[in-house]
């Protein structure tokens, strides 16, 4: 591919508890020539010039970093922190939606658009992720499990369970 790429690795004494992460740019001359700027003002020891222009530098970056990962609608993101904290619950996307203030549908397609799923998805895979937590236990039954993972049903709980992880929940266990 024809272009420029370039990385950027910052150093500190401090820890970091941030996760690295790769922003793709479609213009990344101005961040060039910001660098750049920044250079020159540090060859002529000129301090506070280069930290204002470094300071600008990460805010773009940061700025970049918040369209990209985080989501547009903080409707979805309260509601979501909803359901990551009722997903056992039957009528948890209800009351989610209900929280948002939001129409069923309009809901249903912010979240997808802001988490690439949607929540009936989201919802399922957080109640088999659960679910594997459980089995792993071994002090419940898989229709115990069906039911404190809130599904309607222990043979719909298999179906899913099944397809998402591609062994039946009664083996799951087995295979560990």
Known sequence: ESGKAFSIHFTTYDEINT????IQMPIGDEFVAILEKAKTAQDTNDD????SLLYLFCAKL???RQKKYFPKDNRTVAAKAYIDGHYTE????????SESNLSFRRFGELF????????????????????????????????????MCG??????????????????????????
């Not at 506070?48 to 930290?51: A, G, I, N, P």
């Not at 998402?164 to 083996?171: C, D, E, H, V």
Request: hydrophobic share 35%; charged share 20%; aromatic share 14%.
């Open 151 to 176: 599904f309607s049903d222990v043979y719909y709980f298999s179906k899913v369970f099944k397809k998402l992880t591609g062994i039946a929940p009664s083996k799951w266990t087995q295979q560990l």
């Open 62 to 64: 940061e700025h970049i």
């Open 90 to 97: 039957k009528n948890c996307l209800n009351s989610a939606i």
């Open 19 to 22: 996760d690295s992460f790769c």
């Open 48 to 51: 506070l010039t280069t930290m």
């Open 112 to 147: 997808k658009e802001n988490y690439s799923i949607t929540p009936n998805r989201y919802i399922i895979h957080r109640r088999v992720e659960y679910a594997k937590t459980l089995l792993v236990s071994k002090l419940f039954t898989v229709e115990q499990i069906a039911e």
